[in-house]
């Protein structure tokens, strides 16, 4: 049973369209949720670190938002090169356990 | 600059050969760690590290192997016993502790020859 589910797992928009990402997850114990991008070819950029449920964080146009059972992270006003792979984790016991990403095609 | 540098970015395995993933960092990290990623799937750990010579197997360790004698390095040994390897492998660190974020390396993509 997946303990990290992202969705939808592929979102196209038009630029300047703003929306959210979602992910849901079931461990208990949460030891921080992760958000990064993923660029084709290349390894996981590290975006934000949430640890409460309440807690918001932000960047430029991305904002990643936490409660007890799930994150969003919300894209607001978006440009081409917002378009990548978004992947969340959450870090359990010792490890960090990952979703499968939302693939995000923004259209200019 | 800070970071962590795999090599090769490509690499072409022949049937029965063992071929090693090299992974090095400058953060001053203490954990380390080694992850597939498959098209359509999340990463899955291989092997991790929290320390000097000492190592741990994740969820897919069968078939491959690691060592940990410097802090900076973790390579990567993927081994002829390994029946499918082609894919995304991906090098990470971190600070140790519960909660703390990995940071990640660009990766080096395997292919059978």
């Known amino acids: 049973e997946d303990q990290v589910t992202q969705s939808p797992e592929a979102l196209r928009l038009q630029e300047g369209e703003s929306s959210s990402l979602n992910c849901s997850y079931t461990?208990?114990?949460?030891?921080?949720l992760f958000w990064y991008r993923q660029d084709p070819g290349k390894g996981p950029e590290f975006l934000f670190t949430?640890?409460?449920a309440g807690e918001e964080k932000e960047k430029e146009r991305l904002k990643a938002t936490l409660t007890k059972k799930e994150s969003f992270l919300h894209i607001t006003a978006p440009k081409p090169e917002d378009s990548a792979t978004y992947l969340c984790?959450?870090?359990?016991?010792?490890?960090?356990?990952f979703g499968k990403g939302t693939r995000l095609h923004i259209l200019p | 600059d800070g970071g962590i540098t795999q090599s090769p970015k490509y690499l072409f395995r022949k049937e029965g050969q063992n071929v090693t993933l090299s992974c090095e960092q400058n953060?001053?990290?203490?954990?380390m760690y080694w992850y597939r990623q498959d098209p359509g799937q999340g990463l899955r750990l291989i092997y991790y590290?929290?320390?000097?010579?000492?190592?741990q197997k994740g969820d897919i360790a069968e078939g491959y192997s690691v060592s940990r004698e410097k802090k900076e390095s973790f390579p990567l040994t993927v081994t002829s016993a390994q029946k499918n390897p082609t894919a995304f492998y991906l090098c990470?660190?971190?600070?140790?502790?519960?909660?703390?974020?990995?940071?990640f390396g660009d990766g080096t993509r395997l292919s059978i020859l």
């Open positions: 990470a660190s971190s600070t140790t502790g519960k909660g703390q974020p990995q940071h």
């Open positions: 461990v208990s114990g949460l030891r921080g």
């Open positions: 949430l640890y409460s």
């Open positions: 984790a959450v870090g359990w016991d010792d490890k960090i356990i």
């Open positions: 953060l001053n990290h203490d954990a």
């Open positions: 590290s929290q320390i000097v010579n000492d190592f």
